[in-house]
């Protein structure tokens, strides 16, 4: 819409007048290949021409090898091997401020027992479960485990509607902390002891800290987008047509978070919490 064309006027105000050696075209819609146009660089990188969409391939000058499909995380890997950088090891180094540690602090001990937090909706609705299937689950979190749900998310009215509708229907008491402070949302993802997360930002981050997450599949392919490496015994799998389908890490869309369940995503859970979930008694 007409932010959009507002959002590139500013980029070329700000960046009008500079000169890059090297631009990364690490998307491939329309928007970003506008970007690129915008932005005066001697080399423009980009994706292989099969799988640049929105014929992103006009607003490059320079394209990585093709390559078999793979994680996205590993596809962003190929433009640094392409110029000659080792990725490894990785360290996404998401550090904390002195003054976010003493505002983690505080809510913490305000609440005074572990977090579950939970992302309840995405932007994209294919992608979302249901309101009541997550009310149950907070249920059990809370009296089974003994851990407090904590709400976590953006402004957005999809996210508001759908976290009323839970804090509405469930018995479980819910800290909602929806808003639009992704610092805060970083130091709750850190400082809790779980994340259940459909595909979205704040489920890569929390991998990025190393807090186990349950993320929840069924839209997109969790062979492309699930959690880089680690915590994929937490995937509730509703992607997979059957329980020994083998699928390779393309974007394919699916229909499939209808089968997501309540016990489906319990039994992570609590797998989560035996495996991940460092006790008092161990810390002692």
Known sequence: GLRTWHSFRDVTQVLGNRKFDLLLGLQVYLKAGILTALIQSKVKLGFDRARARDMQWLFTNRRIPQHAPQHVQDQYFEFLHFIGVNPKPINWDLQLSDSEKEAQAAFF??????????????????????????????????????????????PSTVERAI??????????????????????????????????????????????????????????????????????????????????????????????????????????????????????????
């Open 109 to 154: 001990s305000r609440i005074g027992k572990r977090t579950c937090a939970v992302v309840v909706a995405t932007s994209k609705r294919e992608k979302n479960w249901t309101s009541d299937g997550y009310a149950r689950v907070l249920e059990e979190v809370e009296s089974t485990h003994g851990l407090t749900p904590v709400i976590i998310g953006g």
């Open 163 to 284: 976290a009323n509708k839970i804090m509405t229907s469930t018995k479980a008491t819910v800290l909602d902390t929806l808003g639009n402070n992704i610092r805060k949302l970083v130091w709750i993802l850190e400082g809790s002891s779980l994340l259940i997360s459909p595909d979205t930002g704040p489920l890569h981050i929390s991998r990025a800290l190393g807090t186990p997450v349950v993320s929840l599949f069924g839209h997109t392919n969790p062979n492309r987008s699930g959690p880089y490496r680690a915590f994929r015994d937490l995937i509730v799998n509703g992607y997979e047509q059957h329980s020994r389908e083998e699928y390779p890490a393309i974007r394919e869309y699916r229909d499939g978070m209808k089968h997501v369940t309540v016990d489906n995503v319990l039994e992570k859970v609590s797998l989560a919490l035996e495996r991940y979930l460092i006790t008092e008694e161990e810390v002692t």
